[in-house]
T-cell receptor
Framework: GENVEQHPSTLSVQEGDSAVIKCTYS??????FPWYKQELGKGPQLIID?????GEKKDQRIAVTLNKTAKHFSLHITETQPEDSAVYFC??????????FGKGTRLHILP | EPEVTQTPSHQVTQMGQEVILRCVPI?????FYWYRQILGQKVEFLVS????????KSEIFDDQFSVERPDGSNFTLKIRSTKLEDSAMYFC???????????FGPGTRLTVL
């Protein structure tokens, strides 16, 4: 079955700098890759997603890239702000439509 | 802004007892999900539900678990005989399309003693 690995587990960046979170997946047939942001005391919220027929997608300060050959996908946050501090989860949808989550990255934005 | 709501926020129960976790998905959504997150671990898929039936379930979702949409608004997860290892945060989610969960509720923290 699908296995999703996520790195790093913790990331601290200076406010205004960029943050990059990387994930790999094992099932080459996976075709949908959502990213979720989980703030303290809340459930995960979908922030951006990418499908396997697209290499990159951008929404304001966040972007995702997908390398299907290498089975890598990444989340990029530019011009980070204090409200970006949260736990971020990558996920991949398997061929049986189950969404499998990575272990999460705790992002700290330092003032 | 529409949101998924869950009750209760925290449920404490004795091992072997039945619990029902309740969710109200976003009103025009058609796909419903339950996930759980054991403290400090990844979010795990339990079950997806569409058109009044289970569409997918994980290995975790054994005979002790069941889901129901008893009316047009509620979506429930029942655990018949709770075990210590069922202690976790349970998240309900919904989406308009079947691509995957887009909106999660705030979760119910289940503690089994």
């Amino acid at each position: 079955g699908e296995n999703v690995e996520q790195h790093p587990s913790t990331l601290s960046v200076q406010e205004g700098d960029s943050a990059v979170i990387k994930c790999t997946y094992s099932d080459s047939a996976s075709n949908y890759f959502p990213w979720y942001k989980q703030e303290l005391g809340k459930g995960p919220q979908l922030i951006i997603d990418i499908r396997s027929n697209v290499g990159e997608k951008k929404d304001q300060r966040i972007a995702v890239t997908l390398n299907k050959t290498a089975k890598h996908f990444s989340l990029h946050i530019t011009e980070t702000q204090p409200e970006d501090s949260a736990v971020y989860f990558c996920a991949a949808r398997r061929t049986d439509d189950k969404i499998i989550f990575g272990k999460g990255t705790r992002l700290h934005i330092l003032p | 802004e529409p949101e998924v709501t869950q009750t209760p926020s925290h449920q404490v129960t004795q091992m072997g007892q039945e619990v029902i976790l309740r969710c109200v998905p976003i009103s025009n959504h058609l796909y419903f999900y339950w996930y759980r997150q054991i403290l400090g671990q990844k979010v795990e898929f339990l079950v997806s539900f569409y058109n009044n039936e289970i569409s997918e379930k994980s290995e975790i979702f054994d005979d002790q678990f069941s889901v129901e949409r008893p009316d047009g608004s509620n979506f429930t997860l029942k655990i018949r005989s709770t075990k210590l290892e069922d202690s976790a945060m349970y998240f309900c989610a919904s989406s308009v399309s079947g691509a995957g969960p887009s909106f999660f509720g705030p979760g119910t923290r289940l503690t089994v003693l």
